[in-house]
């Protein structure tokens, strides 16, 4: 804690306001852990607790703006980058959208409490139409209540804080085999869900220029994007039809028994297109997906079209 401290002392308020700066556009800066902290040094007289708290927050109030406006230009094109960590970023948006227009303006006071709620509230406010001064009348209310519970805190329990830090060696022993252990539990994750995933029915896959020339004889391609609806500039293979992935149950009619049917998506493994075709293949379709889905597509040359705007989806907005 000592050593933190005077790292604080050394280098100003400068890594205060940056971390919760860079936390609030997105990174993964331990803002909290900055917060307690500066609060420990205020208590300790390392830090003026008003220059810290006022700075803090208009830090944050900066980096929830920046959100709030490029989710109001970008639209929902910044949101399927945020979700791009997710399996499913078509379903992680809509999701999110839906969530946040029933409960938007309470969601908003809490969010910095809800990891990846907290990056996700500001630009989804501006996606969906948030007017600028109540989105930062609650904001502001929501940075205030995050820092002030932080700082607060580490500035009540700044003696605690020492005590449990003391012995900086052990405890960076400690705190290194704690990571080491984060680290081999989330590959182990990620090694359960691939064997998982291998464990589910196989489907076909094709590379873009197998699709296409398939299509030039008269294949049919469909685009089982949810999010890649959302986006006026949205594009699509040309010559595809979309497919709503909520829809199966609903949509066997619709695939040609004498063509072959190809699909592809935008998400991560191409999760939606496998979901897609193992069920379309437990109805008797046969269906293969693109590998690399649109982005391969186009990185192969392939040619896209502008998704027409007859079918881009009406979304929730405030009013």
């Known amino acids: 804690m000592d050593s933190w401290i005077s790292e604080l002392a050394q280098h100003g308020y400068s890594i205060l306001f940056a971390a919760v700066f860079l936390e609030a556009i ?3 800066v331990p803002a909290a852990l900055v917060l307690l902290i ?31 406006l490029l989710g109001r230009y970008t639209g929902w094109w910044l949101l399927g980058l945020l979700c791009r960590i997710s399996l499913n970023p078509e379903s992680c948006v809509l999701r999110a959208a839906d969530s946040f227009y029933r409960r938007g303006r309470t969601l908003l006071v809490i969010a910095k409490f809800i990891p990846g709620i907290n990056t996700m509230a500001p630009p989804l406010a501006g996606s969906m139409n948030m007017r600028f001064w109540p989105f930062m009348q609650l904001d502001l209310a929501g940075t205030v209540l995050y820092i002030g519970t932080c700082f607060g805190i580490g500035y009540i329990f700044s003696g605690a804080l020492a005590a449990m830090t003391r012995g900086y060696n052990a405890f960076g022993r400690v705190l290194g085999w704690s990571l080491a252990v984060v680290i081999v539990g989330y590959l182990g994750f990620q090694i359960w869900l691939w064997l998982k995933t291998r464990r589910l029915a196989r489907v076909s896959m094709a590379l873009p220029v197998e699709a296409a020339r398939e299509m030039a004889a008269g294949a049919w391609i469909y685009d089982v994007r949810s999010h890649g609806y959302l986006d006026a500039k949205a594009t699509r293979i040309k010559g595809s039809r979309r497919f709503d992935p909520n829809a199966l149950n609903q949509s066997r009619f619709e695939f040609p028994p004498d063509r072959a049917v190809y699909i592809y998506c935008t998400c991560v493994r191409e999760a939606t297109s496998g979901r897609v075709a193992r069920e379309l293949q437990q109805q008797g379709i046969h269906v293969a997906v693109i590998k690399g889905g649109l982005r391969a597509w186009k990185k192969a040359g392939l040619p896209v079209e502008a998704v027409p705007a007859a079918e881009m989806a009406e979304l929730p907005a405030f009013q």
């Open 26 to 28: 997105g990174l993964p």
């Open 38 to 68: 500066a609060g420990g040094a205020a208590a300790n007289g390392t830090l003026q607790a008003t220059y810290a708290l006022s700075g803090a927050i208009v830090a944050t109030l900066a980096g929830d703006t920046l959100m709030f």
